[in-house]
């Protein structure tokens, strides 16, 4: 005769709901901290990405330049705007025409401008404007025979509000001076690959004669120290001129530079060190020349940020996140 099976007792089944609750308890915070450093994982790769779409540009420009808004819609030529001649503009060096240049060439789309690991809502995924309906990137806007070269909708506006948009994450090296003159082109690896080309965007530095001061908080009130696992300190993934990119951990994200023959320098990737220092790294001629140039605009010594702005000779202007409460 079969013996009827024994049903499991009320008592029973809450220990075995009990013990499923705690080994979810445990799993989550794994589970969540893994999914966290698969988004830094894409970050990086993203970042990545965006530079190899830099040097594989970089095989059709003049010199192997990188990617230069101010040598596409150069100058007027002998009073005339003619596409490829005349003189670099530098006002168009800033950040929203770098990557609005980039996206009319189709190097590559605006979704892989926009980091996995994200938490500013600032930064949205350029849509287009009213003006084609908001039907993405506009690539009509890029015809050179009538003087136009990217979408102008495109905007860089971290420090934005009221409805103002960043649509890139990325933070890039200040495309002007010794910086722009010696590394801006494919291969250039002598400093062995140290300085920092493109990566995640800094904290708000509040004073330039002391990049560590954190006047109001302004370190531990950044959304950036949100973009990775650390949020007590800043943390982002940077691509250097080599093309190998690696995790930078702050808040200084310390690296090397070298300007000319002169020994390896200790730097601060997100800030402009000011005019001489000491080895001669600023430029000697031409706009801006000499120490103590403004920003530290001219010198060859890493910076990255986000730049809205049009550039001047002498000086770029980087715009921040806007604090948490």
Same mark, same amino acid.
């Given at each position: 005769?079969?013996?009827?099976?024994?049903?499991?007792?009320?008592?029973?089944?809450?220990?075995?709901?009990?013990?499923?609750?705690?080994?979810?308890?445990?799993?989550?915070?794994?589970?969540?901290?893994?999914?966290?450093?698969?988004?830094?994982?894409?970050?990086?790769?993203?970042?990545?990405?965006?530079?190899?779409?830099?040097?594989?540009?970089?095989?059709?420009?003049?010199?192997?330049?990188?990617?230069?808004?101010?040598?596409?819609?150069?100058?007027?030529?002998?009073?005339?705007?003619?596409?490829?001649?005349?003189?670099?503009?530098v006002t168009r060096n800033n950040t929203k025409?770098?990557?609005?240049?980039?996206?009319?060439?189709?190097?590559?789309?605006?979704?892989?401008?926009?980091?996995?690991?994200?938490?500013?809502?600032?930064?949205?995924?350029?849509?287009?404007?009213?003006?084609?309906?908001?039907?993405?990137?506009?690539?009509?806007?890029?015809?050179?025979?009538?003087?136009?070269?990217?979408?102008?909708?495109?905007?860089?506006?971290?420090?934005?509000?009221?409805?103002?948009?960043?649509?890139?994450?990325?933070?890039?090296?200040?495309?002007?001076? &010794?910086? #722009?003159? =010696?590394?801006? @082109?494919?291969?250039?690896?002598? /400093? %062995?690959?140290?300085?920092?080309?493109?990566?995640?965007?800094?904290?708000?530095?509040?004073?330039?004669?002391?990049?560590?001061?954190?006047?109001?908080?302004?370190f531990s009130r950044s959304p950036t120290l949100?973009?990775?696992?650390?949020?007590?300190?800043?943390?982002?993934?940077?691509?250097?001129?080599?093309?190998?990119?690696?995790?930078?951990?702050?808040?200084?994200?310390?690296?090397?530079?070298?300007?000319?023959?002169?020994? &390896?320098? #200790?730097? =601060?990737?997100? @800030?402009?060190?000011?005019?001489? /220092? %000491?080895?001669?790294?600023?430029?000697?001629?031409?706009?801006?020349?000499?120490?103590?140039?403004?920003?530290?605009a001219t010198c060859g010594d890493t910076w990255?940020?986000?730049?809205?702005?049009?550039?001047?000779?002498?000086?770029?202007?980087?715009?921040?996140?806007?604090?948490?409460?």
């Amino acid at each position: 005769m079969k013996k009827t099976p024994r049903a499991f007792t009320l008592v029973e089944l809450l220990v075995v709901i009990a013990i499923i609750a705690v080994l979810v308890g445990l799993l989550l915070p794994a589970l969540a901290k893994a999914q966290q450093q698969a988004k830094t994982v894409k970050d990086l790769t993203q970042v990545q990405n965006i530079y190899k779409a830099w040097l594989t540009a970089a095989n059709e420009l003049e010199r192997n330049r990188l990617p230069t808004p101010g040598y596409a819609n150069r100058l007027a030529f002998n009073g005339v705007q003619v596409p490829g001649q005349g003189n670099e503009d530098v006002t168009r060096n800033n950040t929203k025409n770098l990557y609005s240049m980039c996206l009319a060439r189709n190097m590559f789309n605006t979704e892989i401008l926009i980091g996995p690991t994200e938490v500013n809502t600032v930064v949205q995924e350029y849509k287009g404007t009213a003006a084609n309906n908001f039907a993405g990137y506009d690539f009509t806007r890029y015809n050179p025979s009538q003087d136009t070269y990217w979408d102008d909708g495109f905007s860089a506006q971290i420090a934005g509000s009221g409805g103002a948009q960043c649509n890139t994450s990325y933070a890039h090296l200040a495309i002007i001076g &010794l910086r #722009k003159n =010696l590394v801006w @082109f494919k291969a250039f690896a002598p /400093d %062995g690959g140290q300085r920092g080309m493109i990566g995640n965007r800094a904290w708000q530095i509040s004073s330039e004669s002391n990049p560590m001061a954190d006047t109001g908080g302004a370190f531990s009130r950044s959304p950036t120290l949100r973009l990775h696992q650390d949020e007590k300190n800043w943390e982002g993934n940077i691509v250097y001129t080599d093309g190998h990119g690696a995790m930078a951990e702050g808040p200084f994200g310390e690296v090397q530079y070298r300007c000319g023959n002169s020994e &390896l320098k #200790k730097d =601060l990737l997100h @800030f402009p060190e000011w005019g001489n /220092d %000491g080895v001669g790294c600023y430029s000697s001629s031409g706009p801006g020349a000499g120490p103590g140039t403004p920003n530290g605009a001219t010198c060859g010594d890493t910076w990255l940020g986000i730049f809205p702005n049009n550039v001047t000779a002498t000086a770029m202007i980087p715009a921040f996140d806007v604090l948490l409460p």
